[in-house]
Each structure stands twice: as structure tokens, then as C-alpha cells.
């Protein structure tokens, strides 16, 4: 079990060290939420009147309303940012040099997703931290309640971009990634607006939120934060993440020859 | 033989296009074996099949005994690789690079230290372990890739042009250092299109259009001929 464990530890240091390299990422990763959050919804303040809905117990900013939203959006960024570290591994051969190790690939696979899912965690509480600092609070255990949510949210994302990895064969590609996963995947889920309004406007989209699974990454992170369970989000959650991570298995099957156009 | 390398009726295509049509070889314990063949044989599709990269639907791999179908595990631990493409991490030191490489084939934590300075001293770089992977040239990287090939002590060292890209001097040295590694025991599969880096007492197999052409000692295969001058004869295109 020791090679196990080292194994992951390898794996997750290199993503740990990867991520310190790149300082821009980490900025970039910052920046995109807290733009949505200090200019975006200080902007639609005005315009979008919420309602008391479940699991706030009070009227609340459109600020606060989108947190839990900007939260799963750095999750989500974040699962690509690694779907796309992980083609650029092929293309540059460094994925050569996981896939010949003798551990499962499975496991192998798991512990790329584990490590940056981790990553992806340490930024949403820096994010946090800094709409704490611009006055953007919530209740003080939330931030520990949410941390569960948090990682499967990680890991459902990663999974996503996991299995993306496995169907994009050139980096060049990667841009089709941005406006077809991305952005719908946002744009279509609860995380700026909630699904009653959504209703209001068009019935048909509001059911195409409710069956986008990242409206309930946002929603699982969004009842944790008010330490509460949604247990419907909770089980999509879960759902996909077993969905998508035995996809990213299969995808990653040497037998289906992912490595072949490298070949 | 239970040692070494030994593929058997190894087919594997792409699609319409047979990359490898019924590939058999055997590589024995102690042996440097050149795989000769132009671009375009099949080299890198049977170097991915030998590293699971990919998986063929018919054929048999064994290495040092190990089914890599059925024990892929064991298989790979027993396979050192130097991939034709870098793998190194640039931004990490040499000691990280080899370090995260221990790791990923299960190397004690306790043990790494001391493998790598072996592994290092092995090559003459122990100098240089605390520089980044990006602070060496091309023939260092390779080196390094060398030693990190052999960190987890395996019995079989495949390796996949190994100097392209590299100057004379470094090439002719990468060359000598893994004909020594084959005399003191370990088994080499070494590919290359590069006539130059085959000796005559090297055993030597030719791959033309996904077929082994010709097998034997190099020296008795040539005949007269420079290996450049049959190789050419033997498949149309120039080594």
C-alpha cells in the first residue's frame, strides 16, 4: 500500500508545484470570480429582485446570491484548466511517462483529478477570503460545511475534464472546449440566477438548468455555505461523478488507443 | 527463454492501415538488440505496444517473463523506457524529475536518495541534480532520461531513437554507455533509423511496412556492404 500512497503523493506534489509555477493561473483564477462578483453583480444589483428562497432565511444581495455560483465557476475553470494540462501532457509526451507506470491507471488517473481538484479548493477559499474582505460574508461554518461539497464538486468537474482530455486529440481543439462546455454549462445553470426566474422567461431553459449537473455542483455548494444538505443535488451530484469518471476510465483504456494518433 | 523480451505474432492497426502485420522477436538477457527500420515502419506503434500505451487485439509481449496482457504490473516494473519525445519536467530539477519518476513506480521513500545518486553517478551527473531540467542541453537531458530509465532497476531498457536531435559527441556517448549497460547483463531493444549507432556484434532486426524483414547478427547480415549501403538495398529508403 506504501507505493499507493507514494504514488499519490507524487502525482499531487507535481500538480502542487505545477500550479506554483504558474503564477498567472492563480491570478487569472482569482481575478475571473471577483470580477463577476465586485463589477458583474454590482451591476444587476439593481436589476435582478430576489426573493426569499430556500436556504436563505432573509432578503439577500445579488452579491451573495452569486458566491456559491462563483465558487463552482472556479471549480469548474479549474477541471478544464486540467482537462488541458493533461492534452498538453500528450502532446508534449510527459503523459507517456504516467501511463507506463505499473500502478493501475485508474488509480493513476484518480490521483491527476485528486490533486487538482485540491488545487481547485485552495483557490475558492482564497476567493472566499477576499469577498470576505470586500464585506461579502457567510455563516462562519459554512466555510468548513461547504469543504465536502467543495471536493466532489472538484472531482465531478475534474471527471468532466478527465473524459474531454480523452476525446480531444490536439490542443488547437481547445477553444471548442471553452464555448461548448464552458460557457452553457454556466449560462445554464443556477449559479447567476435562480431557477424560478429562469422560469418566468422560458420553462423549456428552466429544465435544461435543472438537468445541467453543474446547476447542482453550485446548488450542493450553495446549501452547504447555509449549512444545509440538499440531498437532490447531492445525489446528481454524486450520479455524475460516477458517470463521468468511469467515461474518463474508459476513455483513458489503452485498449481504445487514446495515444494513437501519437503513436 | 524467461528473461528479456519476447513478442509474439504482434498485428496492430489503424483503422484501414496495418501499422504491425505478425511482429515476432526475442531479446535475451545481455543482448543489444537494434530495431532498423525508416520512418514510417511501425517503430513507435510496437514502442507504445510495449509500453501499454496502446493494446494490441492479437499477439503476445512478455518482459522478463511477465504476460503484459495478464501481470501488466509486473511487466512494467521490469521495463525501463527512454520515450523518443523529452518527458522531463522542465520546470523541476534533475533530483525532482527523478524523484516524481521513483514514485510513480513505487520506489520506498526511504530508498529514493540513495537510487538516485547511484543512478546519477551511473551517468556523471551527479553534479548537476539540484539544476533544472530547462539549465541542461539536449545530450544532459538525455542522459537524465537515461538514468531515470534505469532508477527502478529494470531488467529490460527500451529505447526509442534515443539520439535524435542529439550532436555527434553526445550521441556517440549515449550510444557507448547503453552497449556497456547490454554487456554487464541488462536486455536493450534499441530503434533507431540511424545505421551508425549499429554495431556489428549487435543483433539486429529490420522492420519495413509493419513486418520483420530480417533478423541476425549484424555483422553477418551486412555481408560486405556498409549497413548504410543494405539497409538501403533492403528497404528503398536512405539510412
Known sequence: ?263 | MTGGLRVTDLSFDYGPKKALDRVSLAVPPGQFCALLGPNGAGKSTLVSLLTRLLVAPTGDIHVAGHDLRTAPRKALAELGVVFQQPTLDLNLTVRQNLSYFGALHGLPRGEMPGRIDAALDRLDMRARGDEKARALNGGHRRRMELARALLHEPSVLLLDEPTVGLDAAARAAITDHVHDLAQQGLCVLWTTHLTDEVRDDDALLVLHRGQIIDAGVTGDIRGAQTLSDWFLTRTGAPA
Open chain 1, 1 to 263: 500500500m506504501s507505493g499507493f500512497w507514494g504514488v499519490t503523493r507524487a502525482i499531487v506534489g507535481r500538480e502542487f508545484l505545477r500550479f506554483i509555477h504558474q503564477r498567472e493561473r492563480f491570478i487569472a483564477a482569482l481575478v475571473r470570480p471577483l470580477v463577476w462578483l465586485l463589477i458583474f453583480a454590482a451591476g444587476f444589483r439593481a436589476a435582478l429582485g430576489l426573493s426569499i428562497i430556500p436556504p436563505y432565511q432573509t432578503y439577500i444581495t445579488y452579491e451573495t446570491y452569486i458566491v456559491p455560483g462563483l465558487c463552482a465557476m472556479v471549480l469548474l475553470f479549474n477541471g478544464m484548466q486540467s482537462s488541458l494540462s493533461l492534452v498538453y501532457d500528450r502532446e508534449m509526451g510527459s503523459m507517456r511517462l504516467l501511463l507506463t507506470s505499473p500502478y493501475p491507471r485508474w488509480w493513476l488517473l484518480f490521483c491527476r483529478l485528486f490533486g487538482s481538484t485540491a488545487i481547485s479548493i485552495l483557490q475558492v477559499y482564497a476567493f472566499l477570503a477576499i469577498a470576505a474582505l470586500f464585506g461579502i460574508t457567510l455563516p462562519a461554518l459554512g466555510y468548513i460545511a461547504v469543504l465536502p461539497g467543495l471536493i466532489l464538486g472538484g472531482l465531478m468537474l475534474g471527471a468532466l475534464g478527465l473524459v474531454l482530455s480523452s476525446f480531444i486529440s490536439q490542443l488547437e481543439n481547445f477553444a471548442g472546449v471553452m464555448n461548448f462546455v464552458i460557457f452553457p454549462m454556466f449560462f445554464l445553470s443556477s449559479a447567476l440566477y435562480p431557477l424560478w426566474k429562469m422560469a418566468e422567461s422560458s420553462p423549456l431553459l428552466r429544465d435544461i438548468c435543472a438537468f445541467n449537473p453543474f446547476t447542482h455542483v453550485v446548488e450542493l455548494i450553495r446549501f452547504l455555505l447555509y449549512l444545509q444538505l440538499n440531498f437532490h443535488a447531492l445525489a446528481w451530484v454524486v450520479l455524475s461523478t460516477l458517470v463521468l469518471s468511469l467515461l474518463a476510465v474508459w476513455g483513458y483504456d489503452p485498449a481504445r488507443g487514446l495515444m494513437k494518433r501519437k503513436g
